[in-house]
């Protein structure tokens, strides 16, 4: 079946600091790959997407490349801030009739000043 | 600018309450989206529909409907609320082109069964 597993939070760190939160994936055909963010009480917005095998997707300083040999889509910044500090979630399409998105469980991001 | 809208941002119920989730978007999408958040468990689907009078359960539809009379209106009903459906619920909405398909959510309901 088609699965997303991403790192366990919370995650902390120390403004500019640099943030890998892991995003592995299993999936039957060709899916596209892509980040959500969750800011404090807000629903979730598109971070970045991929959506073929060596595709980077970059916004907002943040950086993820669709690895198919690896099946992994991790998120990258090289110099977070405290407004980072959200919840993100990793997930994933395969072509379907009503083209379902599977998410990841989360990971919660705290940047201290 | 684009817009899923829910209508509460917190409702407290009873158990035993029949409960109206109500969402609403502006950007003429075919698909639309239930889910739940749970601490840990991430966003799970309940329900979705493809178009107008049409749905299809997800992951967790047990104890869950929905209706869908009009295109830019996603309604999720609980029959018969209990204390285990308390979470936070999120709609989405997208064209359903798989090229972009991009789900866009509104700011989510966060629901107390008491």
């Known amino acids: 079946g088609n699965s997303v597993t991403q790192m366990e939070g919370p995650v902390t760190l120390s403004e500019e600091a640099f943030l890998t939160i892991n995003c592995t994936y299993t999936?039957?055909?060709?899916?596209?790959l892509f980040w959500y963010v969750q800011y404090p009480g807000e629903g979730l917005q598109l971070l970045l997407k991929?959506?073929?095998?060596?595709d980077k997707g970059s916004n907002k300083g943040f950086e993820a490349t669709y690895r198919k040999e690896t099946t992994s889509f991790h998120l990258e910044k090289g110099s977070v801030q405290v407004s980072d500090s959200a919840v993100y979630f990793c997930?994933?399409?395969?072509?379907?009739?009503?083209?379902?998105?599977?998410f990841g469980s989360g990971t919660r991001l705290s940047i201290r000043p | 600018d684009v817009k899923v809208t829910q209508s509460s941002r917190y409702l407290v119920k009873r158990t035993g309450e029949k409960v109206f989730l109500e969402c609403v978007q502006d950007?003429?999408?075919?698909?639309m989206f239930w889910y739940r958040q749970d601490p840990g468990l991430g966003l799970r689907l309940i329900y979705f529909?493809?178009?107008?009078?049409?749905?299809e359960k997800g992951d967790i539809p047990e104890g869950y409907s929905v209706s869908r009379e009009k295109k830019e209106r996603f309604s999720l009903i609980l029959e018969s609320a209990s204390t285990n459906q308390t979470s936070m619920y999120l709609c989405?909405?997208?064209?359903?082109?798989?090229?972009?398909?991009?789900?866009?959510f509104g700011a989510g309901t966060r629901l107390s069964v008491l």
């Open positions: 989405a909405s997208t064209t359903g082109e798989l090229a972009k398909n991009i789900q866009y």
């Open positions: 999936a039957t055909g060709y899916p596209s």
């Open positions: 991929a959506t073929k095998a060596d």
């Open positions: 997930a994933l399409s395969v072509y379907s009739s009503a083209s379902k998105i599977i």
């Open positions: 950007m003429d999408h075919e698909n």
């Open positions: 529909s493809y178009d107008v009078k049409m749905k």
